[in-house]
C-alpha cells in the first residue's frame, strides 16, 4: 500500500467534521508552501519598506498623554496580609 492510499484510508474512517479539517490543512499546507506571485511578492515588500521608514518614536514624546501617581511606589492594600 502506498502512502496516498493508506492516507485515503485513514481518512475515510474519519467522521465527517475531521474530514473537513484534514482538507482544510491541506490546502494550508499547500498555500503555506506555494511561492507568492510577483504581484504578492510586490505587496510584501512594499509593506516592509513602510513599516522600516516610520520614524521612531522620541524620548518624551508621550510626557502630555502618561502619567504615574505620586503613591506608585506605596505598598498596596491587597498585599498587607503578606508583608
Same mark, same amino acid.
Given at each position: 500500500?502506498?502512502?496516498?492510499?493508506?492516507?485515503?484510508?485513514?481518512?475515510?474512517?474519519?467522521?465527517?467534521?475531521?474530514?473537513?479539517?484534514?482538507?482544510?490543512?491541506?490546502?494550508?499546507?499547500?498555500?503555506?508552501?506555494?511561492?507568492?506571485? /510577483?504581484?504578492?511578492?510586490?505587496? @510584501? #515588500?512594499? =509593506? $516592509?519598506?513602510?513599516?522600516?521608514?516610520?520614524?521612531? /518614536?522620541?524620548?518624551?514624546?508621550? @510626557? #502630555?498623554? =502618561? $502619567?504615574?501617581?505620586?503613591?506608585?511606589?506605596?505598598?498596596?492594600?491587597?498585599?498587607?496580609?503578606?508583608?
Amino acid at each position: 500500500m502506498n502512502i496516498e492510499q493508506a492516507i485515503l484510508e485513514k481518512i475515510r474512517q474519519l467522521p465527517p467534521a475531521q474530514q473537513q479539517e484534514v482538507l482544510d490543512f491541506s490546502t494550508f499546507l499547500q498555500q503555506k508552501n506555494s511561492l507568492p506571485t /510577483p504581484d504578492e511578492a510586490l505587496q @510584501r #515588500d512594499t =509593506i $516592509s519598506v513602510e513599516a522600516s521608514t516610520k520614524r521612531k /518614536p522620541l524620548f518624551g514624546s508621550d @510626557r #502630555d498623554i =502618561i $502619567s504615574i501617581s505620586d503613591d506608585f511606589d506605596e505598598p498596596l492594600e491587597d498585599f498587607e496580609e503578606y508583608m
